[in-house]
């Protein structure tokens, strides 16, 4: 393939996202103590308060979703969205477990939502936006969506370099599976974080005083072995690009993925995997 397709790309992440949802949700916990802290600035930041109708845009198995309906309270809502129904259930099933009876999700593509205009306070998306084909036209939706004055919100993973327990990995999968570079056009996860990219995207759609921080959120585990295996079990995206090879081969790659992350065990015990992520908001 020598050109990017937009509709094979949201195939293949919908298959990724029905393939991963058990694993993503049962990785929670970790998931939390990682994105929690930077979860809370970015709702801070988008001015989520008591009261408050969230939209979260590719939300997942919903731990930020369930962030946010804690802080609007009875009086507010969450709607989350995601282009994975299966995903969404584990959303929905912690969301009543934990007795938030002010979430609702629906299985929604980001570039075409099924939303009347002016219907949210805040919309919000955390480590989808970078994946969106045409992040123009889901900017524009979310803006079509918000009231005047609402606040869009997005958190996106800083430049490859500062993210090395995952760009690493990426690069020797892409190597092993024979994968040339990105096509152009194609979406990828570190597509926004270069300095002043997704200010430039979130002006484009005509959203004012935009402004963007980075955060450093670094990935605390017990060892090499466990970021390896959250890896593993998790990040689709990384099974996706294994596809074409047999057993033998996905073994080897998987193999110097685990080598790789070794090298951020600082001691015994204590796996620190180097990230950060840059928040941006933007006013309608």
């Known amino acids: 393939m020598t050109t990017f397709d937009p509709t094979a790309y949201k195939r293949t992440t919908h298959e990724q996202w029905e393939s991963a949802a058990e694993a993503w949700h049962r990785w929670g916990p970790t998931l939390r103590e990682w994105l929690g802290p930077a979860t809370e ?13 969230v939209l979260d845009i590719a939300a997942g198995a919903g731990d930020q979703t369930l962030q946010a309906a804690a802080r609007v309270g009875p009086g507010g809502s969450v709607l989350a969205t995601d282009l994975s129904p299966t995903i969404l259930t584990f959303a929905a099933s912690e969301a009543k477990r934990a007795g938030l009876a ?7 593509d980001a570039e075409n939502l099924d939303l ?18 045409d992040r123009e036209r889901a900017l524009g939706e979310m803006r ?30 892409r190597r092993h599976a024979k994968l040339g570079p990105p096509l152009a056009g194609q979406p990828g996860p570190f597509g926004l974080g270069a300095p002043g990219v997704i200010e430039e995207a979130f002006t484009r759609a005509g959203f004012r005083d935009v402004n963007a921080e980075t955060i450093s959120a670094p990935l605390c585990m017990k060892s090499a072995k466990d970021c ?12 996706q690009m294994l596809s074409s090879l047999d057993a033998p081969a996905r073994d080897a790659a998987w193999a110097e993925v685990g080598s790789v ?12 995997g180097p990230c950060e992520f840059v928040i941006a908001i933007g006013t309608k």
């Open 261 to 272: 992350l070794a090298d951020f065990e600082q001691n015994p015990g204590k796996f620190v």
């Open 228 to 239: 390896l295996r959250f890896e593993q079990e998790s990040f689709g995206a990384l099974h």
């Open 116 to 133: 009347a205009n002016e219907s949210f306070d805040v919309v919000m998306s955390r480590l989808g936006l970078m994946y969106f084909p």
């Open 102 to 108: 002010n979430v609702e999700t629906r299985t929604m």
């Open 144 to 173: 079509r969506v918000l009231v005047p004055g609402g606040r869009v919100a997005a958190m996106v993973f800083a430049p490859a370099d500062k993210n090395a327990f995952f760009s690493v990995p990426v690069s020797i999968v």
């Open 41 to 53: 600035r970015m709702l801070d930041l988008a001015g989520v308060k008591s009261g408050s109708r």
